[in-house]
T-cell receptor, first 112, second 116 residues
Framework: AQSVAQPEDQVNVAEGNPLTVKCTYS??????LFWYVQYPNRGLQFLLK??????LVKGSYGFEAEFNKSQTSFHLKKPSALVSDSALYFC??????????FGDGTTLTVKP | GAVVSQHPSWVICKSGTSVKIECRSL??????MFWYRQFPKQSLMLMAT?????????EQGVEKDKFLINHASLTLSTLTVTSAHPEDSSFYIC????????????FGPGTRLTVL
């Protein structure tokens, strides 16, 4: 069975500082990894994904994520946080079977 | 990215009534649609997966007779909550995907259901 862990329920950073939202996964076979963001009372929006190739993936709104196979991690990062980045972030993993497994989500709060 | 719409965005109904939620992929053909339920500050709980023209596959613990899913076309799926009760109150989100399994899902904006 596949699983995703987001060890932090909440991440707080000051505007302008770098941010990291952590994600680790467990899956049989090669993983497809995704990050989504959810704003209040809205559906999820796709940020970025890793399928294969370069371990550093760049996505929307200046976000990036690094795939680390040995640590089975796919942490989301941004060099300089904005207040508007405050939202709920979900990591997800899929395999060829096609069903996504989502983490429990991490609430990011960026303070001015 | 692709656009998925949901209607209605919110609904309030009396206990015992049925509510239908529509999910449409507006600019692509969705071979697979997913229905999720989300409680406050919690992750998404997958309820069922549906492929166009086929019966939906329900997750364990989800009552298929209570949550009726129809995926009649490549752009439309519906979720009907039958004989709704207050415990069915939740935020329901649909998502759509097409093509390869490594493709991302596109999510609708969600429907807030409140059962009085």
């Amino acid at each position: 069975a596949q699983s995703v862990a987001q060890p932090e329920d909440q991440v707080n950073v000051a505007e302008g500082n770098p941010l990291t939202v952590k994600c680790t996964y467990s899956v049989s076979g090669n993983p497809y990894l995704f990050w989504y963001v959810q704003y209040p009372n809205r559906g999820l929006q796709f940020l970025l994904k890793y399928i294969t190739g370069d371990n550093l993936v760049k996505g929307s709104y200046g976000f990036e994520a690094e795939f680390n196979k040995s640590q089975t991690s796919f942490h989301l990062k941004k060099p300089s946080a904005l207040v508007s980045d405050s939202a709920l972030y979900f990591c997800a993993v899929k395999t060829n079977a096609g069903k996504s497994t989502f983490g429990d989500g991490t609430t990011l709060t960026v303070k001015p | 990215g692709a656009v998925v719409s949901q209607h209605p965005s919110w609904v309030i109904c009396k206990s015992g009534t049925s509510v239908k939620i529509e999910c449409r992929s507006l600019d692509f053909q969705a071979t697979t649609m997913f229905w999720y339920r989300q409680f406050p500050k919690q992750s998404l709980m997958l309820m069922a997966t549906s492929n166009e023209g086929s019966k939906a596959t329900y997750e364990q613990g989800v009552e298929k007779d209570k949550f009726l899913i129809n995926h009649a076309s490549l752009t439309l799926s519906t979720l009907t909550v039958t004989s709704a009760h207050p415990e069915d109150s939740s935020f329901y989100i649909c998502s759509a995907a097409s093509g390869f399994s490594y493709n991302e899902q596109f999510f609708g904006p969600g429907t807030r259901l409140t059962v009085l």
